[in-house]
């Protein structure tokens, strides 16, 4: 790319994405439990080190909202130090998922799952930060925070109180009300929040940061607990770190028009920013796809703009943490209630319900939010495969009655044993001494379906009445009735015609006549 097409597109569309990043970076942090530096940190190496090896990009790396839950946890039982040794180690697993060209199976993952889980570290998030946008401090479950956010509510808590309303609104209105992505939201809203803060000299908490930032890296120490403690940590922020990174990789390829992302090569650049950010003390590093889609949509056309948008962040820090520490950390805390709302998409939400996988959303986001990650995630993934077997294992039966004294019942989907209880009620429903047409539109049927159609069918011709079975997409039945389950003697009471053969084109059909002791309607 030429000279002139950097500055005018890359260069601009780096600083939107600073802008929006310095802001989201101390928040997460702070909502981690992990020093603000280490946000910061890791939001420079996610866009210099994950910017130069990516292999999608225009997809811009950095601290996620998604993982926060997962760092608090982390932190708690193993320190910062630990937290940090165990986010190298999960960049180098990453690292040798993506040599392994394994980067496709962790789309293997369900979405619903993923989108689930988010939704429900969303949930966390949000009520965790509310407490901190109001003056208060959380507390150390979602269920704790849901429980005492009422008297969070009736407390009075003066100017936090007003900078945290204050931000929010702006966060909801400032993009219907200015259509520029030079001036982001976010920007916007923690600025004029520290403005209030100033001009009013309100007492409240403030942005912390080191004197001398390179002085005050924390670097890694392995925890001293057992290994079988410490490799479920290590496991789970490299698979939910790779798995939010590839699908936001996907979801940044449709944003544009440029080349398709090499998702393992995007698994070996986030296991290096990974690598580097535990090692000089920063959080787990992700594909983000709110500063990607802010990205694309500045105009950014090469990786330039994500490698510029990290030394933007790396000087500003250097040169500028005087203006940083103006910030209220009631502002960061209304930013983190918003992005963790976000992430629970009422969008997505529809289309689930409209493809009926909304249970599997909903049980995933509240098992995260109740319990915790891995407890979530697995009551989501057996939720999801549950609703798998029940559908392979599901058949619709439709009866209808076209003509008097004449019925129509038509079979689609797995007809299963499972399904048998079902079919006999509704085939024994019928009026007896009537002529019955059954359609198969079948994908599987097995030996116990099978019996139940016979057994049916001769009871049914025995009472006087008439059965012509015909066979579409497919040959179920009459495989069943002629091969005898695989001994080559006939086992149907039927006659089978008018058979085609396998090479014929267009849908299978086979018509069973009623047996000859039944009167030809």
Request: with cysteine.
């Amino acid at each position: 790319m030429s000279a002139l097409a950097l500055f005018r597109h890359d260069i601009p569309s780096s600083i939107v994405v600073f802008l929006i990043a310095i802001p989201l970076s101390l928040g997460i942090a702070a909502a981690s439990g992990a020093p603000l530096l280490a946000g910061l940190i890791a939001a420079v190496v996610g866009g210099m080190v994950a910017g130069m090896l990516s292999g999608a990009p225009l997809q811009v790396s950095g601290p996620a909202a998604g993982l926060t839950v997962i760092v608090a946890g982390t932190i708690a039982e193993f320190g910062f130090a630990g937290t940090a040794a165990i986010v190298t180690v999960a960049g180098l697993l990453q690292i040798v998922l993506g040599i392994t060209r394994l980067g496709r199976a962790a789309l293997a993952l369900s979405p619903t799952v993923v989108h689930g889980m988010l939704a429900g570290i969303g949930l966390v998030i949000a009520l965790s930060q509310v407490h901190v946008a109001l003056g208060g401090a959380p507390q150390s479950s979602a269920w704790a925070n849901l429980r005492d956010l009422p008297g969070q509510v009736a407390d009075h808590h003066g100017v936090s109180v007003l900078l945290g309303l204050l931000t929010i609104t702006l966060l909801l209105v400032w993009s219907r009300l200015v259509k520029t992505t030079m001036l982001p939201a976010t920007l916007v809203a923690v600025v004029v929040a520290t403005v209030v803060a100033a001009v009013l000299d309100a007492d409240v908490e403030r942005v912390n940061l080191p004197a001398d930032p390179l002085s005050a890296l924390t670097f890694p120490r392995w925890p001293d607990s057992p290994a079988w403690e410490v490799l479920p940590a290590v496991v789970t922020i490299a698979l939910v770190a790779s798995v939010e990174s590839l699908l936001s990789a996907v979801a940044v390829d449709r944003m544009h028009d440029g080349p398709r992302a090499n998702l393992d090569r995007e698994l070996i650049a986030q296991g290096a920013a990974n690598a580097v950010s535990g090692t000089l003390g920063g959080l787990p590093v992700t594909g983000v796809i709110v500063r990607s889609s802010a990205n694309v949509a500045a105009g950014a056309r090469t990786r330039a703009s994500t490698i510029l948008h990290g030394v933007w962040i790396a000087g500003f820090v250097m040169a500028g943490a005087v203006l940083l520490e103006m910030i209220p950390m009631a502002a960061l805390a209304a930013v983190l209630v918003v992005v963790g709302l976000r992430l629970v998409s009422l969008a997505q939400i529809r289309t689930y319900a409209r493809h009926r996988e909304l249970p599997v959303y909903v049980v995933t986001a509240v098992g995260v939010a109740a319990t915790d990650l891995l407890i979530g995630v697995g009551l989501g993934m057996a939720t999801a495969a549950l609703f798998m077997l029940w559908r392979l294992a599901r058949c619709e039966i439709h009866v209808t009655e076209p003509n008097p004294g004449a019925w129509l019942v038509s079979i689609t989907g797995t007809l299963a044993f499972v399904a048998c209880g079902r079919l006999t009620r509704r085939l024994a429903a019928l009026p007896p001494g009537q002529h019955v047409a059954l359609e198969l539109h079948l994908d599987y049927l097995d030996h116990g379906a099978y019996e139940a159609i016979r057994d049916w069918q001769a009871s049914y011709t025995r009472s006087g009445g008439s059965v012509r079975v015909s066979e579409v997409h497919g040959s179920w039945l009459h495989r069943a009735g002629t091969d005898g389950l695989g001994t080559g003697k006939r086992t149907s009471p039927c006659v089978t015609r008018g058979r085609r053969s396998a090479d014929a084109q267009g849908p299978t059909r086979h018509e069973l006549p009623p047996p000859r002791h039944t009167p030809i309607p």
